[in-house]
């Protein structure tokens, strides 16, 4: 968990690099996400419409974003959900410093920013309408307490979206979390795969829709 804590307060101390390739800014960037993770314009376009799918259009209503990162990909999505109340967690100070800023730059105000752990909600039971979990399942150290706390917060009938990397997709992608990522604390095992996560979001929620673009899995469930 410290090593985890640890990787995400230097990225968040670097916050523009991560951004940059979050983004697919620039010509490094785009190398990196296709030779690593298999995504090009088209694929990272479909990446990002899965990972956000499951907010519904003109949500409103208390929804949770956890982990929030810098708020690079989210953010600007949030901005578009004028009715929304927004709850952003994150346990690393400075990636919550960065998002912080982001908000003020996109002038986006009355969201919420609270450090936290995923494992240790500091919310009421079937408090939020919406969850929104972006690139967090795979980071998580205890994953157990993630996927509970979660469930735990949100309403019946409320929507549980967002997505995360599974693993036997793509084989440079399993190596470079393998060797790259999980070494350095970015990820941490254990990881789902397409058919492990469908069986598990299913047994959990009354509707689960699972799909992947290569190794990043996108899912909305309905609790
Ligand atoms: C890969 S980043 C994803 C950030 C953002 N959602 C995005 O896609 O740009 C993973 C984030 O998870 C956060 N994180 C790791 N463990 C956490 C925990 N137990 N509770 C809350 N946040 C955590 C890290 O600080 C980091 O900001």
């Not at 983004?23 to 960037?29: G, K, N, S």
């Not at 730059?105 to 919310?123: A, E, S």
């Not at 408090?127 to 996927?147: C, R, T």
């Not at 070494?183 to 689960?208: D, Q, W």
Request: proline content about 4%; overall charge neutral.
């Amino acid at each position: 968990m410290r090593e985890i804590f640890d990787a995400y307060q230097f990225v968040g101390c670097h916050s523009k690099f991560f951004d940059r390739m979050m983004t697919r800014a620039d010509l490094p960037a785009r190398l990196l996400l296709k030779f690593f993770w298999g995504l090009d314009e088209q694929a990272y376009q479909k990446f990002l419409t899965q990972a956000f799918a499951g907010i519904p259009e003109n949500f409103s209503g208390r929804l949770l974003e956890v982990p929030v990162g810098t708020g690079v990909l989210s953010l600007p999505v949030c901005k578009n959900l004028d009715g929304a109340e927004i709850f952003c967690v994150d346990c690393s100070d400075k990636m919550l410093d960065a998002a912080k800023l982001r908000a003020e730059q996109m002038n986006l105000r009355g969201v919420k920013f609270i450090l936290g752990d995923v494992g240790n909600l500091p919310f009421a039971d079937n408090f939020f309408d919406l969850v929104l979990s972006i690139n967090g399942f795979h980071v998580f150290g205890d994953k157990i307490a993630a996927w509970s706390e979660t469930r735990r917060v949100l309403k019946r009938g409320g929507i549980f979206c967002g997505c995360m990397y599974i693993k036997g997709e793509n084989c440079r992608t399993d190596f470079f979390v393998k060797n790259f990522c999980e070494p350095n604390g970015f990820f941490s095992p254990p990881y789902e795969t397409f058919a492990s996560l469908k069986e598990f979001l299913s047994n959990r929620y009354s509707r689960a829709e699972v799909s992947h673009v290569e190794s990043f899995a996108g899912f909305i469930c309905v609790k």
